[in-house]
């Protein structure tokens, strides 16, 4: 029995300072903001008050609630040390709890009003007993608080999710800073894993790539214990983690994701969007990897399973793997299925093979621009295209230099920085040897196998710029102007293995 008490003790001991500490932290930064003479004149205090609360002094729940009322500060912030300091700053639908908060600062109030100091003078058990009240009002007002607040979280993921589907960042932005604020007043598990899935959806529509993946990686392995893997929702994580790591070229890691999400889904949600989506981008890893046949096999079964909503970009995967496999031309390219930013993006790069002016001028009116379905005008492939169809119809006018310089400063979304280089290496060697720039493209080249040689383990090119890249270094090899010792011998053979594992665009060179 005395260890159960000195247990129960510790446990509201520890409780006790973990609020004053941080209640101090947190009067410390309003001190920062006004001088103690002004924080008591606008509160009501006395200033030596003030000075004692800032110190580490128990303090009164009047306090609290008097630089709620009299100073504007967010009760929320005051409480917890989430969302913006002063109220004014707060959305409306996190502002209706302020009511609820203003109570829970008064139980914690009570709380500071009891002398922990006198628990060394043997005032033991009258003591504890009112702390425990006290304590008890307190997580009665936040659980009311809590259940409170998961109607209005709620609906703030709702409009979030929203913002962020029609990419309307700035609202986006808001509607997170404000469930953000409201998260740690939540105690709903259902929400807290939605908004985890909206942190790292809003992330990836930021284009901070890295952190998206690491954020998703995380809510859905919080499955895993739970043996829910197969559910609708965490095959959707799923989905949204093997998107973000095939953008950052991690496809070894999607395949295996996918085959193992596909597989538990088996029997349970074969036509859920979530595993048919995964079955596209499973077909978009095993393409990348070597694997063609297995990449039609699942894009063709998969594709037509989909909701027209979903058929744009997924299609242009599928228009990907037609021409990788030799039955699809620029012409069919640019004519396969709905417009989507992906379908624009691969017509450009089938273009830059063997088009001639009049193809790659067609492409590039028919898939750059800023309406939807459009590459970036100052995108990678357009720039590219661009600068072959210049130099392709005014060779003396075209510079090199300044080709390479408006490739390094093109757009590379989706990719990250650091892995848009080779991409940009490979359309870069291409143009500027069918302009004729031999020694320019051979040094684009050049830069492009260290690019190969210094990448990390586990990290694969898109399997169109590769053979794009090795064609072009074949092709220098053959005009004696090999990049590198063996470049044509390594080159070759990348393109003849490829060939053998079904890639007919890849031929020797």
Known sequence: ?????????????????????????????????????????????????????????????????????????????????????????????????????????????????????????????????????SLAEYERLRGRLSERSRDVMARLLDRLYGALNRRDMQAATDLRQAALMLRPLCDEPALDQQFRRMLAYYEYQCGHTLQATELQRETFLRYLPRGEVFTREACQDAMHLCSALGTLRRMAEVRRLANATIALAEGVGETWRPVLILRMLRASANADLGHLHEALRDASQALPLLDPADRAEQTARLTRILWLCGTMDLAGALNHGPASRLRSVTALKIALWDADVQGLRAALAECTGSGPGMAEPDSQEAVAVQGLVAALASPRRFRAASFLRAMDQASHYPLPAELAKFPAMALAAATLLRAGFEQHAAQCCLRGCKLLQDQPPGLEQEVMLAGLFWRTTARLDAAGHSPWRGSGEQARRWLSEKRAAGYLRFGAG
């Open 1 to 133: 029995m005395h260890l159960r008490c000195c247990t129960g003790w510790g446990s509201i001991l520890r409780k006790r300072n973990s609020l004053d500490t941080d209640l101090r932290r947190r009067l410390q930064v309003l001190a920062a903001q006004y001088s103690q003479a002004e924080l008591a004149r606008r509160t009501g205090e006395v200033v030596t008050n003030v000075h004692r609360y800032l110190r580490g002094t128990r303090v009164p729940g009047r306090f609290l609630a008097a630089l709620v009322r009299e100073l504007g500060v967010n009760p929320a912030w005051l409480l917890s040390g989430h969302g913006p300091v002063h109220a004014a700053d707060v959305s409306d639908s996190a502002a209706s709890l302020a009511s609820e908060l203003l109570e829970l600062l008064g139980a914690m109030g009570e709380v500071n009003r009891v002398r922990l100091g006198a628990l060394d003078k043997g005032h033991h058990l009258a003591l504890v007993r009112r702390l425990a009240q």
